[in-house]
T-cell receptor, first 112, second 113 residues
């Protein structure tokens, strides 16, 4: 069955370190998204991609970057982790038609 | 800024009752509307989608869309304790040839026996 997987599921890192969260989907979807979810804020869009070599900033992109070298993967990098980036991160993908987004299991990131 | 608004709740209903969840959105150009359910510590999963004005029913769930009022709702009939979760409204708008889902903050539903 097609799926979308995130790794790691949990991560503790120190302030100032670079961290990369992985997202891999086997749906063959062109669209991929990264969201963060915080209490009181819901799901907020960080970055998104419509296809290979395409990346776009979302509403809370400062301090984050993504790259899309193939259809399956959209890694999210925190350039210099800050305590404000402690959150649960969800990767999602969707097809070209205006259809639902499928979510990964989430990564809980703690920056200490 | 495209916004999706939901009452955070919690909405508490007795088992067997109808739960009514509401959502408003700001972008009149929005084209697709989704309801996701999210259990604590889990990822969101799709319950319903609706594209056209009116009602759409799927089992115990009914989604209602009124584009003129920019309003989407989800009704859950015969609510069960297993329906206790956070319900996220998502609105999709076209951008750069594809679609971006924007989520509300979610409404917490508690179904008590």
């Amino acid at each position: 069955d097609a799926e979308i997987t995130q790794s790691p599921r949990h991560k503790i890192t120190e302030t100032g370190r670079q961290v990369t969260l992985a997202c891999h989907q086997t749906w063959n979807h062109n669209n991929m998204f990264w969201y963060r979810q915080d209490l009181g804020h819901g799901l907020r869009l960080i970055h998104y991609s419509y296809g290979v070599q395409d990346t776009n900033k979302g509403e809370v992109s400062d301090g984050y970057s993504v790259s899309r070298s193939n259809t399956e993967d959209l890694p999210l990098t925190l350039e210099s982790a800050a305590s404000s980036q402690t959150s649960v991160y969800f990767c999602a993908s969707s097809g070209n038609r205006n259809t639902e987004a499928f979510f990964g299991q989430g990564t809980r990131l703690t920056v200490v | 800024q495209k916004e999706v608004e939901q009452n955070s709740g919690p909405l508490s209903v007795p088992e067997g009752a109808i739960a009514s969840l509401n959502c408003t959105y700001s972008d009149r150009g929005s084209q697709s509307f989704f309801w996701y359910r999210q259990y604590s510590g889990k990822s969101p999963e799709l319950i319903m989608f609706i594209y056209s004005n009116g009602d759409k029913e799927d089992g115990r769930f009914t989604a209602q869309l009124n584009k003129a009022s920019q309003y989407v709702s989800l009704l859950i009939r015969d609510s069960q304790p297993s329906d206790s979760a956070t319900y996220l409204c998502a609105v999709s708008h076209a951008s750069g040839g594809s679609y971006i889902p924007t989520f509300g903050r979610g409404t917490s539903l508690i179904v008590h026996p």
